[in-house]
């Protein structure tokens, strides 16, 4: 049997109608799911909603605090906003932990950010109000209330986006369930009855014309735009092969003009390239350099012409940095880059210089997913790095040298106190007391200092390992146990979920809860109690020191962590004030955020977070 051409375009015909009856019946099946379907998606988006009015609730009743601080209600006005403060900050942990949308995740940056000025704000409000009360007023008019508007938009904003997202994404899925399904039905049942009735004319009046059309656009995909197709009907096909000559005449009209107007266009481009301060670096998606400014080619200290055509890593010898660029043309999306992971370091010699980076995927059209081409761009940071250095390393060696003479004046005291007692009387026995006291004071500061500069200057390594949270509960406690009992203080713990395990370095976590508890053994009176408990939310672990001493006053809670910042207290002597500034530098090292929850005279609860172990 010979296979003519109408006998396969029947049986294509045919296998073509039993498919759209089979993609019909799906279609149907699969769009009464698709609103059901939608409910569930938007689950996620009610989450964020209610973070967002929640957070709004609580900065709002903040804003109100500050006014009862005006108006003279000091205590309850501090108590206000402290609470509400933990309130914003948890339904915030929330929001940031459930970003699903477009937008989410620079509005959550923007109400980060925006808080923790407003509290910086409010702390030197409460100070400045007992100076100068018009300062403190014109301080809350230009600086606080704009911050507190900010902060309030942006969870406006947030809100908003999630709200029009379930109701778009509702309403839609709504409109084209059942709209399909009406078209659907009578698409299929008219194509049906068409394609069996013109099936067979079809078959007849399409092969000669096709044949030439056909051979036709074969010679015009090889450049030759001076085809043409006889007419030979007025019916479709006709048409169609009138379009087609029509096609071929643009096309060779186009093809004449294209040129000098792609060449006129990447001379504008390669100009603009050329006239930014910052370093360019064009990337396709073969991951070649495809174009480089000037600045860019001082900064990789390379001749032009070896580096157009080839490939980035032969150039750019960071593998981090490639990483970034794979992902943003796999994704068609910037990379989301952590604080110092947007900073390329590149070595001349014995010298190093620092580049701030930013990835932007560049598309054919704006609402096209495929991506063309990556533009890497460099900005110069050289002297900001070099001065924090340069800081960091003056507190290390101010702090280092230190240390000789202050250990020298200890051992001098120690050996006065031991050979001199029977010489010296009870005032100078307590003159030497004091001044060994204040000298281990002192060595405690110089002690911490080096430590804080370390982990500032990042030259303090973290070994992140897998730990469960309950043995890291356990060395913690142990190491404590003893400075408890002497005290009569309880010490427990507990974990409530079985095999809670984080991403951390296990020794620097244990010497954060061992300062925790250090401070909480300070201000719990005997008979107190101390109890360390970790709870799972979304994908953090929450890690809490909780006690029932003697508690942190409202006007200290919001400056606790920065750095010599010490509650005036009988039991807080001794302390240097770094503590806690160390532990939030370490919690932030692991991605982590810190806080406290306080009633004075009630206790303390001091949290912070760590990542899930996945």
Known sequence: MK??????LLIGYGMVLILMVVVFASAFVYLLRLGKASDAILSNNYKSILAANNMI????????????IFLGYNEQGLKQFSENEKNFLQWFGRARDNITEVGESDIITTIDNGYSAYLDEFSNLKYLRYADQKRA????????????????????????????????????????????VLSMSIIGIVALSIGIAFSILLSNRIVKPVKQIMEAAKKVSEGNYEQKVSITSNDEIGNLTNEFNLMTDKLKKFNDLNIGQILSEKQK??????????????????????????????????EYDIILGRDFMEIVKDEQLFNYIKQSIESGQQPILGEGQNILTIKHDETSRYYMFSITPVRSRANDTGIIDVILSLADITHFKELDRLKSEFVMTASHELRTPLTSVLMSIDLLKESATQKLNERELELISVAHEEAMRFKSLVDDLLDLSKIEAGKIEMEFSRISIALVFQKAVEAMKTQAEERSISLSFETLEENLNVKADAGKIIWVLTNMITNALRHTDSGGYIFLFAERIGAQAHISVADNGEGIPYEYQSRIFDKFVQVKSEKSVGGSGLGLSICKEIVRAHCGSIWVESKPGEGSTFTFTLPIAS
């Open 137 to 180: 007023v014109l301080l809350y008019h230009e600086t606080i209330l704009p911050q507190f508007k900010l902060v309030r938009d942006s969870c406006e904003r947030l809100r908003g986006i999630n709200q029009d997202t379930m109701f778009n994404a509702s309403n839609r899925a709504r409109r084209i369930s059942e709209n399909a």
């Open 57 to 68: 609730g609580a900065i709002e009743r903040q804003d109100s605090a500050v006014l009862l």
């Open 3 to 8: 296979w003519t051409l109408r006998k396969k």
């Open 269 to 302: 481009s390669e100009a603009i390239i050329r006239s930014i301060d910052d370093g360019i670096i064009v990337i396709d998606t073969n991951y070649k350099i495809v174009n480089i400014n000037p600045v860019a080619i001082r900064f990789l200290d390379i």
